[in-house]
């Protein structure tokens, strides 16, 4: 399996945990929840929130298809139903209904943990939430779960959540820049490639089971 891990499926993985991860759309809910703190305490929350999504996601790549295993769900199982959860995911993209969805998340945070909101909304559900997880399983499954597919997928994780972390340090310039126009053209453009990579989980899924002949995608 380690010959079919090539430059091709790395950008797939890159793009994929970034359309998922989403590091433009969280910033301007980091900016909500650490409103009225200083530069170094915003600093300190963003990467405690990143390092605690980053160890929640790793986990959860390494040890979630042994945990499907052991309540008895196969893994093409997992690649349709994960292709569907992203499949859905990209349509609250399409249709503007995830930003509501993270904010809905933002003022329960706000509310809840004001202080510090770096685990909860933060680390989760806003970076490692449920379709970063299943993306994280479905990623090794397609990597092979080698030792050598799950340190690249893992790798290509933590360089989105670096990116997230980037995204949390440039909030106030990138929302200025973008403007609610851009954010909305960069969001309908992400969720439209996010559908289509979603449907391939779906049709890999289908391949292993004998549903569909093989397909060349992931």
């Known amino acids: 399996m380690l010959e079919l891990i090539d430059n091709a499926f790395v950008i797939t993985a890159f793009v994929t945990l970034f359309v ?31 390092v605690i999504a980053a160890i929640l996601l790793a986990l959860f790549g390494l040890a979630g298809e042994d945990f499907l295993r052991f309540i008895g769900i196969s893994m093409p199982a997992f690649q349709i139903a994960g292709g569907l ?5 990209a349509l609250d993209m399409l249709f503007d209904r995830r930003s509501q969805r993270r904010q809905g ?58 990116l997230v972390l980037i995204a949390f340090v440039l909030a106030a310039p990138i929302e200025r820049l973008l403007r609610r126009t851009g954010t909305m053209v960069m969001t309908r453009l992400f969720g439209l490639l996010l559908a289509a990579l979603s449907v391939q989980f779906v049709l890999n899924g289908a391949s292993a089971i004998g549903i569909l002949p093989s397909t060349s995608g992931l």
């Open 105 to 162: 998340h933002a003022d329960e945070g706000e509310g809840a943990l004001a202080d510090d909101p770096s685990v909860f909304p933060l680390a989760m559900p806003l970076i490692a939430g449920p379709g970063a997880m299943a993306t994280m399983v479905l990623l090794i499954g397609e990597a092979g779960r080698t030792p050598q597919g799950m340190g690249l997928v893992t790798g290509v994780m933590l360089a989105v959540i670096t």
């Open 85 to 89: 959860l992203l499949f859905l995911t």
């Open 20 to 50: 998922v991860i989403d590091p433009i759309g969280t910033a301007p809910l980091f900016l909500a929840l650490t409103q009225g703190m200083d530069a170094a305490r915003r600093r300190r929350i963003g990467i405690r929130a990143c």
